[in-house]
């Protein structure tokens, strides 16, 4: 998590904001970016690892309340995929380099890296199977957010999130059998 999101709100914002900007010249790391990269999840994430090391727990209430706002993130984000692919001409969607290139990243090159990464670190077989599989995940939902913010193509993203989910219909239960 901490990984993903860290590579997720620098490059991946780094990337977004430079396609929003028409290619000037943006800071990889900056103010804006650390606040980013320090977002409430991770915060909370944080923040939980001490707590774990103090072996302590927050009051029920409170974790109540920190459940409730976790599981509404991503319906959320969901819901304005579904409002932008609403929005969108479906019938102008083709599949292109660009989008080939994208699902080819991310369910073909993304878990080979993890692959020939992990082959050289002294990992359980567990811990290996599951990162292969969460590198093969969709696109993160949250993508299309955060191109809407930066006003970039916030439509092209959505499509990226949209096409890789359904291809992972087909793509996780393959990996869950080379992998079986």
Same mark, same amino acid.
């Given at each position: 998590?901490?990984?993903?999101?860290?590579?997720?709100?620098?490059?991946?914002?780094?990337?977004?904001?430079?396609?929003?900007? =028409? =290619?000037?010249?943006?800071?990889?790391?900056?103010?804006?970016?650390?606040?980013?990269?320090?977002?409430? !999840?991770?915060?909370?994430?944080?923040?939980?690892?001490?707590?774990? *090391? $103090?072996?302590?727990?927050?009051?029920?209430?409170?974790?109540? /309340?920190?459940?409730?706002?976790?599981?509404? +993130?991503?319906?959320?984000?969901?819901?304005?995929?579904?409002?932008?692919?609403?929005?969108?001409?479906?019938?102008?969607?083709?599949?292109?380099?660009?989008?080939?290139?994208?699902?080819? =990243?991310?369910?073909?090159? +993304?878990?080979?890296?993890?692959?020939?990464?992990?082959?050289?670190? !002294?990992?359980?077989? *567990?811990?290996?199977?599951?990162?292969?599989?969460? /590198?093969? *995940?969709?696109?993160?939902?949250?993508?299309?957010? *955060?191109?809407?913010?930066?006003?970039?193509?916030?439509?092209?993203?959505? $499509?990226?999130? +949209?096409?890789?989910?359904?291809?992972?219909?087909?793509?996780? !239960?393959?990996?869950?059998?080379?992998?079986?």
């Amino acid at each position: 998590f901490f990984a993903n999101t860290s590579f997720f709100w620098t490059v991946g914002n780094y990337n977004l904001s430079m396609d929003a900007s =028409g =290619g000037k010249k943006v800071p990889l790391f900056s103010v804006n970016t650390v606040k980013k990269i320090f977002s409430g !999840p991770m915060i909370g994430f944080l923040l939980s690892l001490v707590l774990i *090391l $103090l072996d302590s727990r927050p009051p029920d209430f409170f974790m109540e /309340a920190a459940h409730y706002l976790g599981n509404i +993130s991503t319906p959320l984000a969901l819901v304005f995929i579904g409002v932008t692919l609403h929005k969108m001409d479906l019938r102008k969607i083709r599949m292109n380099a660009d989008l080939l290139w994208v699902l080819l =990243g991310r369910f073909v090159v +993304s878990p080979l890296m993890i692959c020939v990464i992990v082959h050289f670190l !002294p990992i359980p077989e *567990l811990m290996f199977k599951v990162f292969i599989i969460m /590198a093969s *995940l969709p696109a993160m939902a949250q993508i299309a957010v *955060l191109a809407s913010f930066y006003k970039a193509d916030a439509e092209y993203a959505t $499509l990226v999130v +949209s096409v890789s989910t359904l291809l992972s219909i087909v793509t996780i !239960p393959v990996y869950m059998v080379l992998l079986g």
